[in-house]
Structures are given as structure tokens and as C-alpha cells.
């Protein structure tokens, strides 16, 4: 029952629960393209049925992690299983259970929509934002929900990215700063460049084989 019931794991190294972060980012990433796909495909087969499904495996993926225990969570397994060959990159599980909390939270909310069947523009922010979150944890590890724990100044140990350390971060430094706006630069530029000229006027596409 104790394995059951139990969040994170126990390793000799650190004397507090951890969890696996390649694990969790990867269950993100898994979860952030079905979500998009499911988005689409209500503007592409005008039908609830794939983002409605998808929101109901949201649900119960994070009442798993939340209650149960997160290794028998399905996005979270498939995300194991995908990078099982990697280094396991251990943090604290405590502000990722706080992250999963206000997940499933979210989840309550959609569980109101589906089960009452409504459809209403405060439906889709919320599919909104979790794929907003979804998408910062699993592209830049960015756990939103674990730096509002440490801003509550709960006590941390070991967290993704070890942005909670008090240690002096890198700068950015000035020159990538440079290169990223002569880059957008010529995005604008190149943009308007096909815009005025090759886009200049609406026209009819023919697939060819």
C-alpha cells in the first residue's frame, strides 16, 4: 500500500523524495503535441471528440500522479520508457507535486465542462494554458508551478535547472543578445520582403504529384 500511495523516490544520494525530470519532461512533451493535435483537429473536423478524450486522460493522468503515485501514471510511464537509456536527472519532488496539484485542479475544472457539457471561451483558455505550461516544462524545463513553490518560500533542496540555487547564474551576455536581433531583423525583413512580392495577391493553390 505504501508503494502505492507514495510520491517520488527514494535514492541513497539525497535524504529527501525525488523525481526523475527526464521523465517529466518527456511526459510533458508527449502530452503538450496530443493536446495541440487534439486543438487542431476541433478546427480541422469541427467535433469536440479528440480534445474532449484528451482532456479526460489529462484528468486522470495527474489524479494518478497526485494520489497514487506518478510511475503508474500513463504519460508518465510512456515518458520513462522514451528515455530509459538516459542519466535519470534527479530533483525534489515536493514542488513537482505542488506543480501536479494545481494540474489536477485544472483538471476539476475541465471535469465541470465535460460533464456538463459546455462550451465556452474560459473552456479553451484553460486547455490554453496547460498546453502554455506543458510546452515551458518540456521544451526549456521551466515548472512554472515549482517556482511558485519557492516563491511561497517553501524550503528547497534540489530543483530542475537548479534555478533555486543561490549561486551566481550565468549572464546571458550581450552578444547573443546582439545575434538574436539582427536574426528577428531579418525575419521582419524577409517577411515583408515576400509579403510585397511573392504574396502580394491571394491566390489559388494546386497540389501537384
Given at each position: ?12 544520494e ?5 523525481i ?12 503538450f ?5 487534439s486543438?487542431f483537429?476541433?478546427?480541422?473536423f469541427r467535433?469536440l ?8 486522460t489529462?484528468i486522470?493522468?495527474f ?9 503508474y ?6 515518458g ?8 535519470p536527472?534527479w ?5 513537482k507535486?505542488?506543480?501536479?496539484i494545481l494540474?489536477m ?7 465541470y465542462?465535460?460533464?456538463f ?12 494554458v496547460c ?7 518540456s521544451?526549456f ?9 519557492q516563491?511561497l518560500n517553501?524550503?528547497?533542496n ?8 543561490t ?5 546571458f ?11 528577428l ?5 524577409t ?7 511573392k ?11
Open positions: 500500500m505504501s508503494v502505492l500511495f507514495n510520491f517520488g523516490e527514494t535514492i541513497p539525497y535524504d529527501f523524495k525525488v526523475n525530470e527526464r521523465e517529466a519532461r518527456a511526459s510533458a512533451g508527449i502530452m503535441l496530443l493536446g495541440l493535435l486543438l483537429s476541433v478546427y480541422i467535433t471528440l479528440w480534445a474532449e478524450l484528451f482532456s479526460i489529462f486522470f493522468e489524479f494518478i500522479r497526485t494520489v497514487f503515485n506518478p510511475k501514471a500513463p504519460y508518465m510511464s510512456l520513462g520508457l522514451i528515455v530509459s537509456n538516459q542519466e536527472d530533483v525534489e519532488a515536493k514542488p507535486q505542488f506543480a501536479w494540474g485542479l485544472l483538471g476539476v475544472v475541465m471535469t465542462y465535460i460533464v457539457d459546455l462550451v465556452s471561451w474560459a473552456r479553451f483558455y484553460i486547455c490554453l498546453l502554455v505550461l506543458m510546452f515551458l516544462e521544451a524545463g521551466i515548472c512554472l508551478g515549482c517556482l511558485l513553490y516563491r517553501m524550503k528547497l534540489k530543483c530542475p535547472g537548479g534555478v533555486c540555487d549561486t551566481k547564474k550565468e549572464k551576455g550581450l552578444k547573443r543578445v546582439v545575434i538574436m536581433s539582427v536574426v531583423a531579418l525575419f521582419v525583413a517577411y515583408f520582403v515576400l509579403e510585397n512580392t504574396y502580394s495577391q491571394e491566390t489559388n493553390f494546386i497540389l501537384v504529384d
